[in-house]
């Protein structure tokens, strides 16, 4: 959760851009956000459902169409 208040507290968008990276990859093949996640392995991470994670996510997303838009689209 830390890495997506990371990049809705930022206005670099190199910086949101290494944030959707990062948690594009350590989703551990879930599909959903995680509370946290052992940064050396992501398929160790906390809760498997976790909605607030996935709604902080979503609103990073919306947040970053709206001001970033060129992020989501490279």
């Known amino acids: 959760m830390s890495i997506i208040v ?13 944030c959707l990276r990062t948690l594009k990859a350590t989703h551990a093949n879930t599909g959903f956000m995680h509370e946290s996640f052992d940064s050396h392995d992501p398929r160790r ?19 970053t ?10």
């Open 6 to 18: 990371r990049a809705l507290s930022s206005d670099d968008p190199e910086e949101i851009a290494v």
């Open 45 to 63: 991470f906390t809760r498997p459902w976790f909605a607030w994670a996935n709604g902080l996510f979503g609103e990073m997303i919306l947040q």
């Open 65 to 74: 169409l709206k001001n970033h838009q060129a992020i989501l689209t490279n």
